[in-house]
């Protein structure tokens, strides 16, 4: 039996191996939709179902530790249960259940990822348990050691994703860059009156774009002073002026880091259980919810370290305490209403759980740094303002009333756009660690009460606010700082669950697939995912099933008027939650490889029923269907590879055929009220596409409008920088009017552009592809940002600090830019760049694969430099620059404030077959 469910296991994971390379898509002809696979050759499945038999033989040489015998360990066809999971990435290709069921598609693109890391990490802690290796192991390591050791994994984790993402158009945003710029103005001015920090530009060493301040009254004696909190900017003045914002942001990183290696010592210290702690220590330090926080200058980071500070600096103390730990933790309280308003009620429960935890002399200590905290906080407003009152920067505006209360609330912890539970379910472990707290009694009961307490003072507060999302930022920002607290209920709720159940595999699950979220909001989509637009759809949910409204199943408090219905789904949610649960709860396995199965099944059960009944329920207004003929992308032409994919199966009917004969039923268009989703460059009727590679056909259908002149349609490759082509039309009546496209590299930004005119003529813009290059061939280039047209090449633009001109381009000074050069086919003489150093000496570095050539340049003296020739004519190429200018600086009578590096300039080709567009 047991090699029988080894050889099942086996050609299930050949078998999932195999679907993963396939590509899934849908068309849609009127009334009609036909979905399609492309796959690869049978001859790929044999191959992975081999690899999977290597697979299983690793895992069976894994589960022979030394010193054990065939009798005492596991049967191989136990540990290898958890790989039947796998079962669910078969669903997409079935015929007729994923057409009734269309969520199931979800699993054959991206959300796929989640289910292999979900199998993966339960096959490792099944081999984990059969191996007897238990956290008992950490005891022969010191609490110290441990320690730095997390303090540096969180470090590592977190400086991985702020290295991602950190200088792009995510971060700095939002509020951010003000929080800066008052720090500046600190350090630079000795003020806080930011109107001359933003006149002179002094943002302009993080954010690209203009700043306008954020204020909205005046200050007492006429001066511009900023509406945010200044205790986060106080503490990075000096650090931002010694390392600037990435000093800034890696200082944010050691606070997030060492507030979590604080709950992690205090977790251990009361539960004694190094599992459990370091399962906790993982759900808050390595997902969305806190790990995304720790590199925003925001005030939530550094609250979370006063909060973690004082709370357990109090639970620790004896009689013995001496003073300096008690004026410590009254500092670290009575700076938070300085970190922001919004955690005064927090401070003020901090300081009633010090009170009643210590009733002696010291505890005065305490309670008289923080009222003279709160006098001087008063006394700040009413010297800038005029008023001791906390909202007197907002002026008339107040957003904050209990009746917020009723979506803030569960909108922060349920909302799938910025709830806690949708970027990382662990969390939902807090809830029942709580409760097992409470049934233990004595010191346990107490810390459930208190940190309930904190943390609902915290909920209620940022909850009861207007904008309780807290506008363009990471999920869950208003409360991150509250989440260590979570910490030692998380791990009460693993301890409490016997070793090898169901439950203890359940909680893995709920950990990894959180992680697997954080993962997918860093590497996916450029961070692009992190953001949402507040329209009641998780761009999260968007990205992983672009086909089927998979977000109409998931609660949204953002729009006040769909309160009632949100609320219906958040506790059926909760209700099929409670009920796996139970199910989890009542199979009292303690074999790990069974356990890990049933873990698995009960989760993906319960994610089914829900998507079966949920529709059932009362729904808010109607929701928007996704409309297949208005998709800007089709996973179809992003995987098209006739070399990997050249198989093809069309369903109802079934039926099989070669991957290029589906080419043609992959066109995209748009028409008018189709799309509503704003673009960052206005194009027409927001027909903005995402192609690969490729020739494509552009067809314009016109209406029965008629025109007495020509206007200009452009065509916009990248959302910055000017069009890449432009016609003067004259449409007539019904005419159709049509151009080639030819793409060297993928671009995620095409659209045609027209004055309102054209656009109220414009009856339909559709994309056909005619031929389109294979995945595998595809140049591996960065996104594609801006892009022109010269004489001699198309060039492609990948940062955002550089801009096409009609003559050519400037580098950004003092660092490695990119850009891609793409030569039409056939061309003979290779492109050569004229390049001169503007206003300073500068040395450049041009490289690609293969070559490298520097040069010296002064100012009045221009250089040639010849590129190589590649037979694709695709050259990715590298401009580094060591220095640069600001033209405000050469030219006092500048208003140009770019920190520039080298001009550059294509050649006219020497040869007369050099023309690009269409070749």
Same mark, same amino acid.
């Given at each position: 039996?047991?090699?029988?469910?080894? @050889?099942?296991?086996?050609?299930?994971?050949?078998?999932?191996?195999?679907?993963?390379?396939?590509?899934?898509?849908?068309?849609?002809?009127?009334?009609?939709?036909?979905?399609?696979?492309?796959?690869?050759?049978?001859?790929?499945?044999?191959?992975?179902?081999?690899?999977?038999?290597?697979?299983?033989?690793?895992?069976?040489?894994?589960?022979?530790?030394?010193?054990?015998?065939?009798?005492?360990? #596991?049967?191989?066809?136990?540990?290898?249960?958890?790989?039947?999971?796998?079962?669910?990435?078969?669903?997409?290709?079935?015929?007729?259940?994923?057409?009734?069921?269309?969520?199931?598609?979800?699993?054959?693109?991206?959300?796929?990822?989640?289910?292999?890391?979900?199998?993966?990490?339960?096959?490792?802690?099944?081999?984990?348990?059969?191996?007897?290796?238990?956290?008992?192991?950490?005891?022969?390591?010191?609490?110290?050691?441990? /320690?730095?050791?997390?303090?540096?994994?969180?470090?590592?984790?977190?400086?991985?994703?702020?290295?991602?993402?950190?200088?792009?158009?995510?971060?700095?945003?939002? +509020?951010?860059?003000?929080?800066?710029?008052?720090?500046?103005?600190?350090?630079? +001015?000795?003020?806080?009156?930011?109107?001359?920090?933003?006149?002179?530009?002094?943002?302009?060493?993080?954010?690209?774009?203009?700043?306008?301040?954020?204020?909205?009254?005046?200050?007492?004696?006429?001066?511009?002073?900023?509406?945010?909190?200044?205790?986060?900017?106080?503490?990075?003045?000096?650090?931002?002026?010694?390392?600037?914002?990435?000093?800034?942001?890696?200082?944010?990183?050691?606070?997030?880091?060492?507030?979590?290696?604080?709950?992690?010592?205090?977790?251990?210290?009361?539960?004694?259980? #190094?599992?459990?702690?370091?399962?906790?220590?993982?759900?808050?330090?390595?997902?969305?919810? @806190?790990?995304?926080?720790?590199? /925003?200058?925001?005030?939530?980071?550094?609250?979370?370290?006063?909060?973690?500070?004082?709370?357990?600096?109090?639970?620790?103390?004896?009689?013995?305490?001496?003073?300096?730990?008690?004026?410590?933790?009254?500092?670290?309280?009575?700076?938070?209403?300085?970190?922001?308003?919004?955690?005064?009620?927090?401070?003020?429960?901090?300081?009633?759980?010090?009170?009643?935890?210590?009733?002696?002399?010291?505890?005065?200590?305490?309670?008289?740094?923080?009222?003279?905290?709160?006098?001087?906080?008063?006394?700040?407003?009413?010297?800038?303002?005029?008023?001791?009152?906390?909202?007197?920067?907002?002026?008339?505006?107040?957003?904050?009333? #209990?009746?917020?209360?009723?979506?803030?609330?569960?909108?922060?912890?349920?909302?799938?756009?910025?709830?806690?539970?949708?970027?990382?379910?662990?969390?939902?472990?807090?809830?029942? &660690?709580?409760?097992?707290?409470?049934?233990?009694?004595?010191?346990?009961?107490?810390?459930?009460?208190?940190?309930?307490?904190?943390?609902?003072?915290?909920?209620?507060?940022?909850?009861?606010?207007? =904008?309780?999302?807290?506008?363009?930022?990471?999920?869950?920002?208003?409360?991150?700082? $509250?989440?260590?607290?979570?910490?030692? #209920?998380?791990?009460?709720?693993?301890?409490?669950?016997?070793?090898?159940?169901?439950?203890?595999?359940?909680?893995?699950?709920?950990?990894?697939?959180?992680?697997? =979220?954080?993962?997918?909001?860093?590497?996916?989509?450029?961070?692009?995912?992190?953001?949402?637009?507040?329209?009641?759809?998780?761009?999260?949910?968007?990205?992983?099933?672009?086909?089927?409204?998979?977000?109409?199943?998931?609660?949204?408090?953002?729009?006040?008027?769909?309160?009632?219905?949100?609320?219906?789904?958040?506790?059926?949610?909760?209700?099929?939650?409670?009920?796996?649960? /139970?199910?989890?709860?009542?199979?009292?396995?303690?074999?790990?490889?069974?356990?890990?199965?049933?873990?698995?099944?009960?989760?993906?059960?319960?994610?089914?029923?829900?998507?079966?009944?949920?529709?059932?329920?009362?729904?808010?207004?109607?929701?928007?269907?996704?409309?297949?003929?208005?998709?800007?992308?089709?996973?179809?032409?992003? &995987?098209?590879?006739?070399?990997?994919?050249?198989?093809?199966?069309?369903?109802?009917?079934?039926?099989?055929?070669?991957?290029?004969?589906?080419?043609?039923?992959?066109?995209?268009?748009?028409?008018?009220?189709?799309?509503? +989703?704003?673009?960052?460059?206005?194009?027409?009727?927001?027909?903005?596409?995402?192609?690969?590679?490729?020739?494509?056909?552009?067809?314009?259908?016109?209406?029965?409008?008629?025109?007495?002149?020509?206007?200009?349609?452009?065509?916009?490759? $990248?959302?910055?920088?000017?069009?890449?082509?432009?016609?003067?039309?004259?449409?007539?009546?019904?005419?159709?009017?049509?151009?080639?496209?030819?793409?060297?590299?993928?671009?995620?930004?095409?659209?045609?552009?027209?004055?309102?005119?054209?656009?109220?003529?414009?009856?339909?813009?559709?994309?056909?592809?005619?031929?389109?290059?294979?995945?595998?061939?595809?140049?591996?280039?960065?996104?594609?940002?801006?892009?022109?047209?010269?004489?001699?090449?198309?060039?492609?633009?990948?940062?955002?600090?550089?801009?096409?001109?009609?003559?050519?381009?400037?580098?950004?000074?003092?660092?490695?830019?990119?850009?891609?050069?793409?030569?039409?086919?056939?061309?003979?003489?290779?492109?050569?760049?004229?390049?001169?150093?503007?206003?300073?000496?500068?040395?450049?570095?041009?490289?690609?694969?293969?070559?490298?050539?520097?040069?010296?340049?002064?100012?009045?003296?221009?250089?040639?430099?010849?590129?190589?020739?590649?037979?694709?004519?695709?050259?990715?190429?590298?401009?580094?620059?060591?220095?640069?200018?600001?033209?405000? +600086?050469?030219?006092?009578?500048?208003?140009?404030?770019? @920190?520039?590096?080298?001009?550059?300039?294509?050649?006219?080709?020497?040869?007369?077959?050099?023309?690009?567009?269409?070749?």
């Amino acid at each position: 039996m047991s090699r029988l469910v080894s @050889f099942a296991a086996c050609a299930t994971t050949g078998v999932a191996l195999y679907a993963t390379r396939g590509v899934l898509d849908q068309t849609a002809s009127g009334d009609t939709v036909t979905r399609f696979a492309m796959l690869p050759p049978w001859q790929t499945l044999l191959g992975f179902i081999c690899l999977a038999g290597l697979l299983l033989l690793l895992i069976d040489r894994l589960n022979a530790p030394s010193g054990t015998t065939t009798s005492t360990r #596991p049967r191989l066809g136990e540990l290898v249960l958890p790989l039947f999971g796998l079962l669910a990435l078969w669903l997409p290709y079935l015929p007729v259940i994923p057409d009734r069921l269309p969520a199931l598609q979800a699993l054959a693109g991206p959300l796929g990822a989640m289910v292999w890391l979900s199998v993966a990490a339960l096959q490792v802690w099944v081999l984990w348990q059969s191996r007897l290796v238990t956290a008992r192991a950490m005891e022969r390591w010191s609490v110290t050691t441990v /320690t730095v050791a997390l303090v540096a994994a969180t470090m590592l984790a977190a400086g991985a994703a702020a290295q991602r993402l950190t200088g792009t158009a995510l971060f700095p945003s939002g +509020d951010e860059p003000h929080y800066l710029v008052i720090a500046q103005s600190l350090w630079r +001015d000795g003020d806080l009156k930011i109107e001359n920090n933003h006149h002179r530009g002094d943002y302009r060493e993080y954010y690209p774009d203009d700043l306008e301040p954020h204020y909205l009254t005046r200050g007492a004696d006429s001066e511009i002073y900023s509406i945010h909190p200044i205790g986060i900017s106080v503490l990075l003045a000096p650090i931002y002026a010694l390392a600037g914002y990435q000093g800034s942001v890696w200082a944010l990183i050691l606070m997030g880091a060492i507030a979590a290696a604080m709950a992690w010592r205090w977790t251990m210290a009361t539960l004694h259980a #190094p599992g459990a702690a370091i399962f906790a220590w993982a759900a808050v330090a390595l997902t969305a919810p @806190f790990m995304f926080n720790t590199f /925003t200058v925001y005030p939530e980071i550094a609250a979370s370290l006063a909060v973690m500070f004082a709370f357990t600096a109090t639970l620790s103390a004896t009689r013995d305490t001496g003073w300096a730990r008690w004026i410590a933790i009254g500092i670290a309280i009575a700076s938070l209403p300085w970190f922001s308003t919004k955690y005064a009620p927090m401070s003020a429960a901090l300081l009633l759980v010090v009170f009643l935890r210590r009733r002696d002399a010291r505890v005065w200590a305490v309670v008289a740094i923080y009222a003279m905290s709160l006098i001087a906080w008063f006394a700040f407003f009413y010297a800038i303002w005029g008023t001791p009152l906390p909202m007197a920067p907002y002026g008339a505006l107040v957003q904050t009333t #209990p009746m917020n209360l009723r979506f803030g609330a569960p909108g922060l912890v349920f909302d799938q756009e910025y709830g806690l539970l949708a970027y990382a379910p662990v969390y939902i472990l807090a809830a029942t &660690g709580l409760y097992q707290m409470w049934r233990s009694g004595a010191e346990l009961r107490r810390l459930a009460i208190e940190i309930t307490v904190i943390f609902a003072a915290l909920l209620g507060m940022v909850g009861a606010f207007g =904008i309780w999302w807290g506008g363009a930022s990471a999920a869950a920002r208003p409360i991150a700082s $509250g989440l260590p607290l979570l910490m030692l #209920p998380m791990a009460m709720a693993f301890r409490s669950a016997p070793v090898a159940s169901p439950r203890r595999a359940a909680q893995h699950l709920l950990l990894w697939v959180s992680v697997g =979220i954080g993962i997918t909001l860093a590497v996916s989509e450029n961070g692009l995912l992190i953001n949402n637009n507040r329209d009641g759809s998780s761009a999260l949910l968007d990205f992983w099933s672009p086909r089927w409204e998979l977000w109409s199943l998931a609660p949204t408090f953002v729009v006040p008027a769909w309160t009632g219905t949100a609320w219906i789904h958040m506790l059926w949610w909760i209700a099929i939650a409670a009920a796996a649960a /139970t199910v989890l709860a009542r199979v009292g396995s303690t074999r790990a490889g069974v356990s890990a199965l049933v873990a698995f099944s009960t989760f993906s059960s319960a994610l089914i029923i829900v998507a079966l009944t949920l529709p059932w329920l009362p729904q808010g207004p109607p929701i928007p269907r996704v409309d297949l003929g208005a998709r800007a992308r089709r996973s179809a032409l992003d &995987g098209f590879d006739a070399r990997a994919r050249p198989a093809s199966i069309i369903y109802d009917p079934v039926r099989r055929g070669a991957a290029v004969d589906v080419i043609p039923q992959l066109v995209m268009g748009v028409k008018p009220m189709q799309r509503f +989703d704003p673009q960052p460059v206005r194009v027409i009727h927001n027909g903005r596409f995402s192609l690969p590679a490729g020739r494509y056909t552009i067809a314009v259908d016109f209406n029965d409008r008629t025109f007495d002149r020509a206007y200009p349609v452009s065509l916009q490759v $990248g959302r910055n920088g000017p069009p890449l082509q432009t016609w003067d039309l004259q449409p007539q009546p019904h005419q159709r009017w049509e151009t080639t496209l030819w793409l060297p590299v993928d671009a995620n930004f095409v659209g045609l552009r027209g004055p309102a005119e054209i656009e109220r003529a414009v009856e339909r813009i559709t994309i056909a592809p005619s031929a389109v290059v294979d995945a595998g061939d595809r140049p591996l280039v960065p996104v594609v940002l801006a892009a022109a047209t010269y004489p001699a090449a198309n060039v492609y633009f990948h940062e955002e600090g550089m801009y096409p001109e009609p003559q050519g381009f400037w580098t950004m000074g003092a660092q490695a830019s990119q850009v891609t050069v793409a030569v039409p086919a056939g061309q003979a003489s290779p492109v050569t760049l004229r390049v001169h150093s503007g206003a300073t000496p500068n040395r450049v570095t041009f490289s690609t694969f293969g070559w490298r050539q520097a040069l010296d340049l002064t100012p009045g003296n221009g250089a040639d430099v010849a590129l190589p020739l590649f037979p694709s004519g695709v050259i990715p190429l590298t401009i580094d620059v060591e220095s640069g200018f600001s033209p405000k +600086d050469a030219d006092p009578k500048s208003t140009d404030r770019r @920190f520039l590096g080298i001009w550059v300039e294509l050649k006219q080709p020497t040869s007369a077959s050099a023309t690009v567009g269409t070749p």
